[in-house]
């Protein structure tokens, strides 16, 4: 059974090379994937409203998620550059929409 649980500190040698391969791979977060470590932690554990791990019954991490704001969007529909606490973003293209 895999269980739900508040993140700790001594997670964090377990998550950072699961976020790192990840956000490194530039297809799956807005997170620029030459972030540092240093700025990964910031936004993924001390900023966050709350950060959280996914385990089985033997403890192992095999996922994390975080609680935050939803980013804000420019008139243009873009996806702010830097999000409000100051980590850098990868901008994204507006979403197309079709008129009916």
């Not at 977060?29 to 996914?54: C, G, K, L, N, R």
Request: glycine share 4%.
């Amino acid at each position: 059974m895999t269980f739900i649980r508040r993140y700790r500190e001594s997670d964090w040698p377990v998550i950072w090379p699961l976020l790192r391969a990840t956000f490194e791979a530039g297809d799956t977060d807005a997170f620029d994937p030459q972030s540092t470590e240093a700025e990964i932690h910031m936004a993924w554990v001390e900023i966050p409203s709350a950060t959280y791990v996914a385990c089985p019954s033997d403890g192992r991490i095999l996922g994390t998620y975080v609680l935050k704001p939803n980013r804000t969007q420019t008139s243009e529909g873009h996806d702010l550059t830097e999000s409000t606490d100051g980590i850098p973003l990868v901008e994204r293209p507006p979403v197309a929409s079709s008129s009916r």
